[in-house]
T-cell receptor
Framework: NAGVTQTPKFQVLKTGQSMTLQCAQD?????MSWYRQDPGMGLRLIHY???????DQGEVPNGYNVSRSTTEDFPLRLLSAAPSQTSVYFC?????????????FGPGTRLTVT | AQTVTQSQPEMSVQEAETVTLSCTYD???????LFWYKQPPSRQMILVIR??????QNATENRFSVNFQKAAKSFSLKISDSQLGDAAMYFC??????????FGAGTRLTVKP
C-alpha cells in the first residue's frame, strides 16, 4: 500500500494563479481531510469529507475549494492564490470503521505564493 | 468550536530522563478521541499514542504514556528513557465523531546527549 500520496511536493505560484493540490489514498478510507501548517502553529483544518460526494468546511476554508468524486481522491483547489496561502499542506485519511479515528497523513506539499 | 492548547512551546530533556508535555482542550462533547503526533524534521506526521475519551485507563505505548484527566480536560504525554530520536515537534490533537480534528500549536522537544 502506498498509503496517502500528495503531489506536488513543492510548488511556487504567483499571486492570482490557480492550481490544484492532489491527494490520493489506497486504504479505502471513507474520511479525508486537508490541513495547512504555518510556522509556530499546529495543523488547521481546511476542508474535510466523510465520503464520496460529501464535503464540509473546517476552520480555515476561505480561498479553497474541494470535491470528492471518488473514495480515493480528494483534490484541493486554490482559485486565486494569495501570499497568505503560503504554507505546508497536508492531506490525511481515516476510517470510522476502525473505531480509532487515527488520521494517516501524506508527506505534505510546500506551497509558496509570491 | 473545540480548542486545543499546548502551553509549552519548547521543552528540553536529558537523554535517558523523563519528560512530560502538557495539553488541555475545550469541548462540550462527551465522545471524542485524543492523540499525540510527532513531527520530525522530515515533516511526516507520526502517531505516537491515542486515547478514547470513554476509556478511563490511560493509554501506554512502550516508553510513551498519557495522563488523561477527562474532568479537567487535560491530556499530557510522558516520555520515559528519552532517546535522541525522540527530538521533534509534538502535537496534541482532538477529534470528534465527525472527523473534525483540531491540533494544538505544538511543543518542540530537544533531547540533550
Amino acid at each position: 500500500n502506498a498509503g496517502v500520496t500528495q503531489t506536488p511536493k513543492f510548488q511556487v505560484l504567483k499571486t492570482g494563479q490557480s492550481m490544484t493540490l492532489q491527494c490520493a489514498q489506497d486504504m479505502n478510507h471513507e474520511y479525508m481531510s486537508w490541513y495547512r501548517q504555518d510556522p509556530g502553529m499546529g495543523l488547521r483544518l481546511i476542508h474535510y469529507s466523510v465520503g464520496a460526494g460529501i464535503t464540509d468546511q473546517g476552520e480555515v476554508p476561505n480561498g479553497y475549494n474541494v470535491s470528492r468524486s471518488t473514495t480515493e481522491d480528494f483534490p484541493l483547489r486554490l482559485l486565486s492564490a494569495a501570499p497568505s496561502q503560503t504554507s505546508v499542506y497536508f492531506c490525511a485519511s481515516s476510517s470510522p470503521g476502525l473505531k480509532t479515528y487515527e488520521q494517516y497523513f501524506g508527506p505534505g506539499t510546500r506551497l509558496t505564493v509570491t | 468550536a473545540q480548542t486545543v492548547t499546548q502551553s509549552q512551546p519548547e521543552m528540553s530533556v536529558q537523554e535517558a530522563e523523563t519528560v512530560t508535555l502538557s495539553c488541555t482542550y475545550d469541548t462540550s462533547e462527551s465522545d471524542y478521541y485524543l492523540f499525540w503526533y510527532k513531527q520530525p524534521p522530515s515533516r511526516q506526521m507520526i502517531l505516537v499514542i491515542r486515547q478514547e475519551a470513554y476509556k478511563q485507563q490511560n493509554a501506554t505505548e512502550n516508553r510513551f504514556s498519557v495522563n488523561f484527566q477527562k474532568a479537567a480536560k487535560s491530556f499530557s504525554l510522558k516520555i520515559s528513557d528519552s532517546q535522541l530520536g525522540d527530538a521533534a515537534m509534538y502535537f496534541c490533537a482532538y477529534c470528534n465523531n465527525n472527523n473534525d480534528m483540531r491540533f494544538g500549536a505544538g511543543t518542540r522537544l530537544t533531547v540533550k546527549p
